[in-house]
């Protein structure tokens, strides 16, 4: 029995010492579990996320962001390139490396800005003139200058139409941003120039009919006759805004950061009461042509009708003969000094 106990007993003691030392491991083994989720997945997501890459239609500026590293620019990505080493908690900002556009219109499915968006600048003779149109640009895409442009404008917001605030690399509404606050005032004035210097009817052929003038009446444009074209002054208006674009861009933005400038001209309208009156112009012009058709007409008939005439008084034979042509079919007797009738018809 003695002996039983004994080894009861060593039993159990061994067995206590057993669980003793296996709490200090388990202890370990959590905290050391917890530390690899604490730091070692932020260290394995920060060393993964060192890497970056572009696509075929987007170039790419890389600033320093570690936590004891400064913020100036590391390195520039070109675009369509393959997955490279930008180290750790680096910033990427993505600018489009294609051609860009902005557009201006009437049709609020189509503008870049919210709602109906034309520019309304007076013509030369103080007409209000609604000028529609798409700006093609494309960013330039040098290092050094897309560098610059990253300094200058890619580390502060802009206001978008909608009052919120993006940075310029934040997708389209970051860009659509920078360029509805930056881009959009040097095309307004360089349209107002532009336009300003031409009279409403050198570029809408319509103004000519409802402008003011202390002249006497213009004489009525002839039926059939051809407006005059405008063609040639909207392309001088797109030739000097495309000049002056280029130019004032670069002065505005401080750096020649745009290239490839062309402004395409869509659409010139007119304010909606003068556009009233050049339509009611031309509907009573439409009237005063029909009226000269009729006149036209009756003077040629009045003539043919005197020339029939005359040649009835030099040949009356002939006068009876087209009265016989004229009568109806089925007379057998013709006596015109009946008083009781002149016509009598077969049975």
Same mark, same amino acid.
């Given at each position: 029995?003695?002996?039983?106990?004994?080894?009861?007993?060593?039993?159990?003691?061994?067995?206590?010492?057993?669980?003793?030392?296996? !709490?200090? /491991?388990?202890?370990?083994? &959590?905290?050391?579990?917890?530390? *690899?989720?604490?730091?070692? %997945? #932020?260290?394995?997501?920060?060393?993964?996320?060192?890497? =970056? /890459?572009? @696509?075929?239609?987007?170039?790419?500026? &890389?600033? $320093?962001?570690?936590?004891?590293?400064? $913020?100036?620019?590391?390195?520039?990505?070109? #675009?369509?390139?393959?997955?490279? %080493?930008?180290?750790?908690?680096?910033?990427?900002? +993505?600018?489009?490396?294609?051609? !860009?556009?902005?557009?201006?219109?009437?049709?609020?499915? +189509?503008?870049? =800005? @919210?709602?109906?968006? &034309?520019?309304?600048?007076?013509?030369?003779?103080?007409?209000?003139?609604?000028?529609?149109?798409?700006?093609?640009?494309?960013?330039?895409?040098?290092?050094?200058?897309?560098?610059?442009?990253?300094?200058?404008?890619?580390?502060?917001?802009? !206001?978008?139409?909608?009052?919120?605030?993006? $940075?310029?690399?934040?997708?389209?509404?970051? %860009?659509?941003?920078?360029?509805?606050?930056?881009?959009?005032? &040097?095309?307004?004035?360089?349209?107002?120039?532009?336009?300003?210097?031409?009279?409403?009817?050198?570029?809408?052929?319509?103004?000519?009919?409802?402008?003011?003038?202390?002249?006497? #009446? !213009?004489?009525?444009? #002839?039926?059939?006759?051809?407006?005059?074209?405008?063609?040639?002054?909207?392309?001088?208006?797109?030739?000097?805004?495309?000049?002056?674009?280029?130019?004032?861009?670069?002065?505005?933005?401080?750096? +020649?950061?745009?290239?490839?400038?062309?402004?395409?001209?869509?659409?010139?309208?007119?304010? =909606?009461?003068?556009?009233?009156?050049?339509?009611?112009?031309?509907?009573?012009?439409?009237?005063?042509?029909?009226?000269?058709?009729?006149?036209?007409?009756?003077?040629?008939?009045?003539?043919?009708?005197?020339?029939?005439?005359?040649?009835?008084? +030099?040949?009356? @034979?002939?006068?009876?003969?087209?009265?016989?042509?004229?009568?109806?079919?089925?007379?057998?007797?013709?006596?015109?000094? $009946?008083?009781?009738?002149?016509? *009598?018809?077969?049975?």
């Amino acid at each position: 029995m003695a002996n039983k106990e004994s080894s009861g007993k060593n039993r159990s003691g061994a067995g206590s010492r057993l669980s003793g030392l296996s !709490r200090p /491991r388990r202890r370990t083994a &959590v905290i050391t579990a917890v530390l *690899l989720v604490v730091v070692g %997945w #932020p260290v394995l997501s920060a060393l993964f996320g060192g890497f =970056e /890459r572009t @696509t075929g239609g987007e170039i790419a500026v &890389v600033r $320093n962001g570690g936590f004891f590293d400064n $913020n100036k620019i590391r390195q520039v990505i070109d #675009p369509g390139s393959g997955r490279v %080493w930008i180290g750790l908690y680096s910033q990427v900002h +993505k600018y489009p490396a294609q051609q !860009r556009f902005y557009t201006i219109t009437s049709d609020a499915r +189509k503008g870049d =800005e @919210t709602g109906v968006d &034309v520019v309304t600048v007076p013509s030369s003779d103080g007409v209000n003139m609604g000028i529609e149109g798409t700006l093609y640009f494309t960013l330039n895409q040098d290092h050094s200058v897309i560098r610059e442009f990253d300094d200058k404008y890619g580390t502060r917001k802009f !206001r978008s139409a909608g009052g919120e605030m993006y $940075n310029v690399y934040d997708g389209d509404k970051g %860009w659509s941003a920078f360029l509805d606050q930056i881009v959009r005032p &040097v095309i307004d004035n360089d349209l107002r120039s532009q336009i300003n210097s031409f009279r409403c009817a050198e570029l809408v052929s319509s103004c000519a009919l409802v402008q003011n003038s202390s002249a006497q #009446p !213009r004489p009525v444009q #002839p039926v059939g006759a051809k407006a005059q074209s405008n063609n040639a002054n909207i392309a001088k208006v797109q030739n000097a805004i495309n000049t002056s674009l280029a130019a004032d861009l670069e002065q505005t933005l401080g750096g +020649k950061f745009v290239t490839n400038i062309h402004f395409n001209l869509v659409r010139i309208t007119l304010p =909606e009461k003068v556009q009233d009156a050049v339509d009611r112009a031309q509907a009573a012009f439409a009237q005063v042509s029909e009226a000269q058709a009729k006149v036209a007409t009756a003077k040629a008939e009045a003539a043919a009708n005197k020339a029939r005439q005359d040649g009835y008084n +030099k040949c009356p @034979t002939c006068a009876k003969i087209e009265e016989l042509k004229a009568l109806p079919q089925g007379i057998t007797v013709y006596a015109p000094g $009946n008083p009781n009738g002149s016509l *009598l018809r077969g049975q």
